[in-house]
Every structure is written in structure tokens, then in C-alpha cells.
């Protein structure tokens, strides 16, 4: 194998050159001794750096890179360390350079509570796979949660994003796990749902800036609404204002640490959902080190911001640290700064770790960012902190502090120290909640089950009388102790910065953490019921009802602790025209109460009701919120858009559109090939927007009629009117007056003992049937894309081809999950391969024969791989799709196909590859025979 000597791993790896003394020498040596081949993984780690870099690399300039020279700053970054140590060509510096630290074994404790998993492991596979930084928010009319995270598998694995998602539709007894946001964000999710048209809106780090994305269908699925910062931006928060009494009522603030003017932090906000936004606004001064920053909304709108502060004059990382309270009283056009929550605390760090890691760290090798989290609920600015309560290397390293703010008096109330351990281990990470009864919810990580400081659990304590007091214990929500677990493929040290928690309508609190039980870090989440008096807690939350019908609901109102004043209902915001009456008012707590909200004279539309309760004598409040939506009249039939009546050449999956038909809930698309709509339908789809694109090809070079009705709660409204058009014919199909011939297919379901390993594979693994992701049926054929050299080839029966029969094509699906080299370029690479002389040769089928899905570009010539140079398929990843190719200059010879895939020495995509399922070879006959001779006299022809 060429290139041994250090020169040219120089000249192979340029983002060595310049910043060669700044790689640590264990990486250096590793990288040449990949020149040399004395340690191939090594190689590996170097090659897939590389290839990192070249991806990431057309989003940053220099002055971005030169960001990483100041450790100060590149040691304060969240994602955007990630993002930028790929594209500037220094991921020897700064990723996963540290192993986790052995923790032994602590056996499970059952806690009565089951924790549940918000992220599905089942679909993590690859080496990188890592969940973390959490956040979540609740849809109140519709019930939903959705829970937002880091996501290493979709970054690393399968390059679409780090930003995953996870739904709920039952209150969290169970999780969905819908996969990547995007295709190109990088992380640091932010949540929150937008009272003012009931929609989630999700915030993540992209190409190095900030974007929002929203969700249109209630937390299935996320679109791009707009890029509103690209200046080296980090771990930015979401907060809205969900008041509508507030002056600034549906107003987004996102703040965060833009790094391309020093650490400061910054502030930002939109009145249209994030169309458009206003000018940035640096909050804190210029000059001082910062990280972390949180907002939060008072009911009159005023906005509040905190953010972890090193003290001059050390500074970060080993100055003492602060956090500073800032508010906004005009919608944040300006700030002015208010005494902090804490300051002149020590900054928390084990000496060993922040060695190991180069930034402060906690035993086990975990970076550690001690942000802080508010919340301003019932009157209160609530705030949660960590420090170190007694000297670096003394006593404890890290505790959970609470303390909250009164803005009437302008004064702070005591500290509290909330883990309440009698330990001298860690406690972090501390997450808030408040509920509008002054339930006061803290989770945060400890280590207190473990003697030697390793093994990490989630704990919550909780204060029911708005943090005057905490005289309920820490309760532990995990099931079981877990190490810690560090990715190779993330930043140094990394384990997650910070993670959030809600409290529902219900009494329930939802806690959230990045829990290492199966050995890799997962979304996990458990449930407290909050309560020491009552909780009113509807049976169910929302109701759609046909005015003048009346909306009906039942509301228990839960005991605790055996209370027993009556609670007294009361209604507000209910619609124009309506009433809301209970059943049963005043309740004993225990009971239960019917509500009835009339809806004679209400307009259509969805509301929020809120239900307070009030005890007697101790005029104890509890609130919920109950989701109406109301119909007076079923829909008229929708007006139908694109495709427009008599298209022709339309895609085999267009996006059909129709206008909103008013009141209409839900819409009903029916495609079929006559205009009578007989069963069975081409196509049929129920969905709630005015649009849809089908999930599955309809028929190509087909005419097709295609129609949409609506219905609501009042009933079902008439279909619209329909429209025809007509499919793109696409290649392999054959022309109007013949019909296709099949000459050879296969699905493999039955036996596939004609289809042979090719003479000439290398490498650990070959073709094989798979049940992973199957075209149709449950077989496909697979060859895995390996992170290692191999050339795997599959060949097929002798087939022998028609005359007279054109067009003649071979047609397969083949689904692509293999190693991209930037856009033009592949790394590991499939190809196609023809023989006419009974296998002896083969030669590759060229790029002009592929009438679909043409080759995405050559395979490089850096990474040993067997196939270097030919122009080859690597999407990575690409959904099954039809491939044709051109068989006509083949006619009347006997061929076999060759499938062949190239993988190279380092970085691969398994378990997944290339796979290739209903393999067909089609010809094309006339339709129509020749009648006028059919009795086999030819005619005379008579010359003069």
C-alpha cells in the first residue's frame, strides 16, 4: 500500500499543515502510522476525519476556523464545536479524544415508576448512536408531547442532521420516534409550542448559524421557516409568550453565545412565527466569558435572560463564576441588568478530568457547563444553578442549587441546596418546572448510589408551595445506575450540556435525561404526579363538537395527602357566546365534577379554556386547560389546485393541492385510474393539511382522476369535482399501442440459487439475502458498506434477450446507504457490471445506460478502495428508487449482470449498503396484431 512517509500524510490529510503542533502527539503518531499501516484503526480515525472535513468545509471561512485557535472560546462551544472542528480540518483537537472511566457494576433498583424511552434504540445502529440535550414541550388542545434531542446516529451515522424528535399522543406512555429534523442542522435543540396558531416550533444550530423550524401536524413531521444568524452561533434557547393578555402575545425569543464576537450573549425575536426577525442584540458586555443562556416570559411579557459568567479577573475556565439576571420590559428592544442569582461561586472541576479533557470536567472524564435554567411562574423568577459549595478539590465538586426572585420587592430569597444527599458526590445538570399552583419541579443527575463517584442516576425533588419551602425529599426516577458512556465520534469529553422537563395540564411532571444503560446514551423519561393537596386533571383534554351541541367533559379533581377543602371551579377564556357550567361546584377532593361548554352562537374554531380550582379555607389554586374545537356546519367541497384538470407529464408522486374548504378538518384524497372511483382506488390518503405528496409511485404514462373531499365533527362534505392528468411516462415504459413483456424478474422470495458470489470478492462479508428493508415482499439482496476494503459481487442467471423488441431495459429498486464523498464524489460506491460471454468477462454498464438514477460520481483513489476511479452510486442514505437501464444495444445476446460494491478502508455504513430487490428485464411488444394478412397470403406486388 503507497505512501508511508510523514510528508505525505501531510500532503494526503492538509488540515494538518499549520496546525500540526496543535494535534495531540497520540494522534499524530496515529496518523502516521496509518502512512505506514502499523495500525490500520487508526487510519480509519484519520480517513474519516478527512472525510468530515471535505463535507463540512464549504460553510465556514477562515476567520470562522480561526475561532478554534483561542482555547477559551473553541473549550466554551456546544454544537457548533462539533460543526466547525469538521469543517476547518481539526477534529484530532477537539473530538472524542478521552475514553469514558470504567465504573464497575451497581445492580438495578426498581423504582414503582417504569422509565420509558423517548428515543428508540432499535433504530440507533453504527458506531456513533448518542442521544442527548433535551428538551420538550405540549400541545394543550391536543394533548400531544413532543420531546426534541441531539441525535448522533442521524448526525455521524447517517449524515442528516443532528436534531431528532420523538411524539406522544398518550400522555407519554408511549413514544414514537420520528427520526431527523433536517438534512443539514447541527444540534442544540430548543422546543416550544406557540399558543397563537397551536403549532411546535423547533430551533437548532445550522451551517454553523441558527435556524426554526416549525411543525405543521402536530409533531410528525418539521419544515425550515427560516436562518436568522450565520456568525460562529451556539447553543441557542427558545422561550414564547403564550399570553394572551401580554402586549407582545405570540412573540419567539431565541437567545444565545455568538462566538464570532467573543463569547457574548445574544438576543433575538420575531412577531411573525419567524418570518421575519429583528435586529440581533448583544445582551451581555463585550469582554467577558460566557455560555449557556436561558429566557423565560412574565405574564406581562416582560422577558427574562440568565447565562453562566466566569469572573475576572481568571476568567474561563478557572475564574470563579456567576449568574446574571437581565430583563426586558419592551419586548426585548433592550435589556438592563438585575442583581444576580449567584456570584463569586467556585467554578466546579475535578483536577484529574479537566486534565484529561482541557476544559472543567467531573470525574468519569465528563465535560461539565454549569448553566443555569428560569422559569418565571405564579409571580416568581425561579432559578436553578450548580457550583462547587467548598473549594476546588475539597469536599463536594458539584451541587443543585435553587433560589427565586420576587420583582415587586426586587429581592432574592435564600439559597437552597436541593440534593439532599449525605454524600460527597456529584449532583448536575439541574432542570426547572412550575406549575401554576406552585408546584416547583428540580430533576437533576447524581452519582449518590455510587461510593466511587461514577455511576450516574436521575433524581427530582419537588416544593409545593411556589420554592418557599422544601421539606419533600429527592426522589430517584431511574430504574438503574448507569456508566458513563463517551462517543468517539462527538466533541471531547462530551455527555450533553443541559436538558429540560414540563409540567402538563394534568399534575404530571415529565423529566427527560440522557441515560447510558445499554451502553450507549438514550432519550429516557419518567413521570412524578405533583401534588399534596388536589390536582384537577381532566379525563379527557380536548373536544370537538357541531354547534349548537354542547362540549362535554369530566374533571376529577385528585387528592393528596388526604386534603379535604371543597375547590370551587371558575372558567375563563372560553369562546364569544359560550357558558361553562359544572356539574358538581364546589368538588370535594376525590371526586369529580362534569363541565359543559354551550356552543349556541360560537364561531368555528379551536379555543383553550382554563379551569381554576380554589379551596375553602385555604384558598389553595390549582389550574388546567381543556381544548375546544368548534364546527357549525359540515365542509363544502374543497377547490382543487395542482394537478390542474387535463396535466400531462406529471410525476409518478406530485404534490397535490387543494384550497382549504372552510371548517374543514380533515381531507380525504382519492386517485384513481376511471372517473367512477370504483374500488379498489389507485391511491388514498387521509390528512389534515391542504396538501400531500403519496408515499408510494403511481402508475407511470397513465391517465388518472383524482378528487378531494372534507369532513368535520358536523359531517363529511361532498367530493370535489374531479380532475384528470395524466403521468410522465418514464424510461423502460413502453409506448402507447404496445405492451411489456416480461422476459426474466425476481422479487427473491423463492429460491435464488441461480443468483452466485462472483468470483474476486474481498472482504469480510458478500452478498446476502436480507429481511432489513425490503422492497417488496420481506427478501432483498444486501452488501453491507463496510469500514474496511472489500469488493463484493453478485451475479445473475444467464438471461437471453429478444430482437425486435425495443425499448429493452433492465429495471430494479435498489435502496443506497453508502459512503458520499461531498456532492460530486463517492468514497464506497456501487456499480453495475454486463457480460455477453457467459460470465468470462464483464465490463461496467456506462452512465448514458442508466436512464434513472444516473451514477453520483467517481470513488475516490485515496482510501484503498477496490473500485477507486469508476464512476459508481453512494447515496447516502437514498430511499428505494426505480432504476432503468438500456438494454437495447444488447438485443438478441444472452447477458449476466454483475452488482457490484466497493467499500474502503475506514468509515462505513453498516449494518445497511446496497440493496437491490424486483429485478426485472422488459421488452415491449405491439399491442395490436396485424389482421389484414393474418391469413398468411402475402399481397402481390406487381411491377410495370
Known sequence: MPETSGDTVLNRYPFLRGGFVRVHAAILISVLAFGAHADESAGNIADAAYKAQLRASPYVTAESCAVLDDPKQANLMDGLLFFLAKACGRQGEFIGQVESVDAGFLPPYLEPNTDLNVSNPAGDTGTTRTQSETSIERNPVTGTLCAAYNDSFHGVTQNVGFSGYSRSTDGGNTWVDRGAVSADDSGDPSLVWRRQDGKFYYAALRNGGLALFRSDDDCQSFVLVSQFATNNDDKEIMAIDNEPTSPFYGRIYIVWTDFGSGSRIYSIFSSDAGATWSAQLAISPSGESNQGAWPTIAPNGDVYVTWLKWLPPNGYPTGNIEIPIYRSTNGGVSYSVLTPAMTNKVNPREAAATSSCGRPAIKGNVRLLPSPQIVFRNGYLHTVYAYDPDGVNTGDVIDVFYRRYNPATSTWDAEVRINDDATTTDQYQPTISVGSAGQVTVGYYSRQLDPNNLQIDYYSRTSFNNGASWSQPSVRLSDASSAIVLDSSLATCYHGDYDQQLQDDNGRAHYLWSDDRGSTPDVYTDRTLV?????????????????????????????????????????????????????????????????????AGVAAGSSVIDISGLSSPGAVVQTTALGLSVSTAAPVAP??????????????????????????????????????????????????????????????????????????????????????????????????????????????EGDNSAWTLGAGSVGSSNWAISTARPHGGTNAFLAQDLAAASDQRLISPAIALPTGQDPLALIFWNDQTLEKNGTTGCYDGAILEISTDGGANFTQVPGVSALTDPYDGPISGSFQNPLAGLSAWCGDPQAYLRSVIDLTAFAGQTVQFRFRVGSDSSVGRTPHGWYIDDVAVQSCQSSVSDVIFADGFDPVVVVP
Open 639 to 748: 377547490v382543487l389546485n395542482t394537478p390542474a384538470n387535463n396535466a400531462t407529464v406529471v410525476p409518478v408522486r406530485p404534490t397535490f393541492a387543494w384550497a382549504a374548504a372552510p371548517q374543514g378538518v380533515n381531507y380525504v384524497l382519492e386517485v384513481d385510474n376511471e372517473p367512477s372511483f370504483a374500488p379498489p382506488l389507485t391511491y388514498t390518503a387521509t390528512v389534515t393539511g391542504t396538501s400531500h405528496v403519496p408515499n408510494s409511485d403511481l402508475p407511470s404514462n397513465t391517465t388518472l382522476y383524482w378528487r378531494v373531499r372534507s369532513d368535520n365533527v358536523c359531517g363529511t362534505g361532498p367530493d370535489a369535482a374531479a380532475f384528470t392528468f395524466t403521468t410522465v411516462p418514464l424510461p423502460g415504459d413502453c409506448p402507447i399501442g404496445a405492451v411489456a413483456n416480461n422476459v426474466y424478474s425476481t422479487d427473491f
Open 531 to 599: 401534588g399534596t393537596n388536589y390536582l384537577l386533571v381532566p379525563v379527557t383534554s380536548s373536544v370537538a363538537v357541531c354547534s349548537p351541541a354542547n362540549a362535554d367533559y369530566t374533571l376529577n379533581v385528585n387528592q393528596f395527602l388526604g386534603f379535604s377543602e371543597p375547590v370551587t371551579l371558575s372558567a375563563s377564556g372560553n369562546p364569544a357566546n359560550s357558558t361553562v357550567t359544572f356539574g358538581t361546584n364546589p368538588v370535594a377532593p376525590g371526586g369529580s365534577s362534569s363541565v359543559t361548554i354551550t356552543t
